[in-house]
């Protein structure tokens, strides 16, 4: 299995340990957590279109495989209610080199950022509020089209 | 001809509905086309900024057409990651 999106935690390690088992042509390993943020925050909420969601990340994950040498990939997104500190995604990729791990990992998440459909909405002191989309992450998934 | 029509985040909470069945009017034959027609009867959709649409769970331009038995969705820009 590829891509899920789940309201239970997962665990990194096993994760990461899991993208290079058996395989002895896996050379690189790289992987990204995302976490939920404190300060004023008390909790977050991720709504997210069910069937699209899959759709859409599985979409970014074989765009991916299209352009660098990959082995293994692996994305979690949570969705439900969450705390500061608590795991929100996971992105993980192997390939024999680092580069296109490194690089493949940072496309996924660049553009999991712009095109898969999840919202958060922000509890804090005040009130719910729903975080607004930031131009800086459009700016990242565009750099990946401007050629490589 | 109808349309199912999904709302979700800010925009459903908005609508006060996450989900409708929408008679598609005689000629509205794009997203934007039923965005126009919906905007006539809901300010929610009338102000909300940079609405985003997705057709039968494809991320899709204003232009894309729709028919009758479509998922037609609007929502806000997204904030997952």
Same mark, same amino acid.
């Given at each position: 299995?590829? !891509?899920?999106v789940?309201?239970t935690d997962f665990?990194?390690?096993?994760? !990461?340990a !899991?993208?290079?088992?058996?395989?002895?042509?896996?050379? $690189? !390993?790289a992987?990204f957590v995302?976490l =939920?943020?404190?300060?004023e *925050?008390?909790?977050?909420?991720l709504e997210?279109?069910p069937?699209m969601?899959?759709?859409?990340?599985q +979409? *970014?994950v074989?765009q991916?495989?299209?352009? /660098?040498?990959?082995r293994? =990939?692996?994305?979690i997104?949570?969705?439900g209610r969450? @705390?500061?500190?608590d795991q *929100?995604?996971?992105v993980?990729? #192997?390939?024999?080199?680092?580069g296109d791990?490194f690089? $493949?990992?940072?496309f996924?998440m660049d553009?999991? +950022?712009?095109q898969?459909? &999840?919202w958060?909405k922000e509890e804090?002191p005040?009130?719910?509020? /729903?975080?607004?989309?930031?131009?800086?992450?459009?700016? $990242?998934?565009r750099? /990946?089209?401007?050629?490589? | 001809? #109808?349309? +199912?029509?999904?709302? &979700?985040?800010?925009?459903?909470?908005?609508?006060?509905r #996450? @989900?409708e069945?929408v008679d598609?009017?005689?000629?509205?034959t794009t997203?934007?086309?039923?965005r126009?027609?919906l905007?006539?009867?809901h300010? @929610?959709i009338?102000?909300a +900024?940079?609405?985003r649409v997705?057709?039968?769970?494809?991320?899709?331009?204003?232009?894309?057409p729709? @028919?009758d038995g479509?998922?037609? $969705? &609007?929502f806000?820009? =997204?904030?997952g990651?």
């Open positions: 299995m590829t !891509v899920s789940q309201e665990d990194c390690g096993a994760e !990461v !899991v993208l290079s088992a058996g395989d002895d042509e896996a050379g $690189a !390993v992987s995302g =939920v943020r404190g300060g *925050i008390l909790a977050m909420t997210h279109y069937g969601t899959e759709q859409a990340l +979409k *970014i074989d991916a495989r299209q352009r /660098w040498e990959v293994r =990939v692996r994305v997104h949570r969705v969450l @705390a500061p500190g *929100i995604v996971f993980g990729v #192997s390939s024999r080199h680092r791990a690089a $493949a990992c940072e996924i553009y999991l +950022k712009t898969a459909p &999840f958060k804090t005040s009130g719910g509020r /729903w975080v607004d989309a930031r131009e800086s992450d459009e700016d $990242a998934a750099r /990946w089209s401007g050629g490589n | 001809m #109808s349309v +199912k029509v999904l709302y &979700f985040a800010g925009l459903r909470e908005a609508m006060g #996450s @989900a069945s598609l009017p005689a000629g509205v997203a934007g086309g039923l126009d027609c905007a006539g009867q300010e @929610a009338r102000t +900024k940079n609405l997705a057709v039968n769970q494809q991320m899709v331009g204003l232009d894309a729709v @028919a479509d998922e037609v $969705a &609007f806000p820009p =997204v904030t990651g």
